[in-house]
């Protein structure tokens, strides 16, 4: 009924969410040091405060909940929909080609910037989805509501805040995931190791080690130092690992920062490795720096110290090749919801003692008892630790659902694809919603470098994303009781 008219309004202000946006890409937004009334640093506030400021500009009623989240109402009736997008962002590197990370580019319809696609790009078309319904004055039994988090890539802890404070919406939905819908999220292990090494460093051996600061991303980078080694002997293990798995090493003397203390007269090497990073919940699409790194230290004839039995026990139990958890025998697989998936993400390593962390996608029929009891014994052998954290239990919206059907039923109006509901290993902002799904803004046939180089949006998609985010608010607002 009012397609036509949401259609020509959304072409029309196609420049204006462009220009939207790329104020938003511009503001380095990974988590930072909190501060007062800044809870995860300043670059999550920045942001938070300019899609403030755009909400208000367009017209919605808008909240600020103490830096955690805003939210833009489109008026002041009852809410019928909640929209949960987030404003975050991963780190970045130095190997981005097209641009840099926080200077937006359009290049061939498509926009690079980190969070054009994670998830400041689909925080957009919602926006003008919900602008397109105001501005055209389309009657609305019920409100909608924009939620736009700082925190999502490190826990939603903004989120935890929020529903301690307002109740969860009829329904809820976010664009931070593929089209058609997500309505099946696996569940989660994050898994944290230690361990404590009562010999110390004995030559040669390894100094320390260090890879991966996110435990929802596949490390693409790590660094050693070992000690009492000739550089042939590394080089020659590195040349043959890299023809096997397609890493990169590169080899050169430590400095007087990278060397262990009183060891000035001993030879010593700083490893760097580079993988290629990825979401955790597809860890087979990366390449992991750390767990390579670790299969090289295993090659190396070093002293078979505590430490280094540790270092090698995590090769065998993580092994590089391994991104499924069979060899720590917590392996499965179910219809819906696919196979477990298992990413090692972060370990940081000396002579005295080891942290790390690993990321476990499960598949529904996954629990505490044959996931993570089986795992910490496994541990527990090599005098590994593992932190007695919960096991977050997998998420399933029922497809057949009202709420699925019409969200579906939008997607195959402005794609003219029959959509069928779909599961993920990504625990998304809605996991934790009982009418929650996930829904758009991306689609799994491209690539849109989420957590990695060179992120980008194609600009036709956004647009048309939020053509079916306007059709769906109208939708759920006006005929789901």
């Not at 664009?175 to 999220?185: K, L, R």
Request: charged residues 30%; proline residues 5%.
């Amino acid at each position: 009924m009012f397609r036509e008219k949401i259609d020509a309004f959304i072409d029309s202000k196609t420049e204006e969410m462009i220009k939207d946006l790329e104020t938003l890409v511009r503001i380095d937004s990974k988590r930072g040091t909190p501060e007062e009334g800044k809870p995860f640093g300043e670059g999550p506030a920045q942001a938070l405060a300019a899609a403030q400021e755009m909400m208000e500009r367009y017209g919605l009623i808008t909240k600020n909940y103490d830096n955690y989240v805003v939210t833009g109402d489109l008026d002041d009736k009852e809410k019928g929909l909640d929209i949960l997008a987030h404003l975050d962002v991963v780190p970045v590197t130095e190997d981005w080609k097209v641009t840099k990370p926080f200077e937006p580019k359009i290049v061939d319809g498509r926009i690079y910037g980190r969070g054009t696609a994670d998830d400041k790009g689909p925080a957009i078309a919602a926006l003008y989805a919900i602008r397109a319904i105001r501005e055209l004055g389309i009657p609305m039994k019920r409100s909608v509501r924009l939620i736009l988090g700082g925190d999502e890539e490190c826990g939603s802890s903004d989120l935890r805040y929020y529903y301690s404070i307002e109740e969860e919406a009829p329904y809820s939905f976010t664009p931070d995931a593929d089209f058609p819908v997500i309505n099946i999220e696996k569940g989660r292990l994050k898994g944290t190791l230690h361990a404590e090494f009562e010999d110390g460093l004995q030559l040669p051996g390894i100094i320390s080690l260090q890879s991966g600061d996110k435990v929802n991303v596949v490390p693409q980078k790590a660094r050693f130092v070992v000690a009492g080694l000739e550089e042939n002997v590394i080089a020659e293990a590195a040349e043959q690992l890299e023809k096997e798995i397609g890493v990169t090493f590169s080899i050169r003397p430590a400095d007087g920062g990278e060397q262990g203390e009183g060891l000035a007269d001993v030879k010593q090497f700083l490893v760097e490795v580079k993988g290629q990073a990825a979401h955790a919940s597809t860890p087979q699409e990366g390449k992991n720096a750390l767990t390579a790194a670790l299969r090289l230290i295993s090659q190396l004839p070093l002293a078979a110290t505590d430490g280094q039995k540790a270092l090698d026990a995590l090769d065998a139990l993580l092994p590089y090749e391994d991104t499924c958890g069979k060899t720590l025998g917590i392996y499965r697989e179910e219809e819906q919801s696919g196979a477990l998936t298992l990413c090692f993400s972060i370990l940081n390593y000396t002579p005295e003692k080891l942290t790390g962390m690993f990321d476990a996608r499960l598949p529904i029929g996954c629990n505490a008892e044959n996931t993570k009891l089986p795992v910490a014994e496994k541990l527990k052998e090599y005098g590994i630790t593992l932190a007695d954290t919960p096991v977050v239990e997998p998420h399933c919206v029922p497809g057949d659902s009202d709420f699925v059907r019409t969200l579906l039923s939008s997607y195959e109006r402005y794609t003219g694809i029959k959509g069928e509901p779909l599961s993920t290993g990504g625990g998304t902002y809605v996991h934790n919603l009982e009418r929650g799904v996930a829904f758009g803004c991306v689609t799994p046939d491209v690539d849109n470098h989420v957590h990695g180089d060179d992120e980008f949006m194609v600009i036709e998609r956004l647009v048309t994303s939020a053509k079916i985010f306007a059709d769906a608010i109208i939708r759920v607002c006006n005929e789901l009781d």
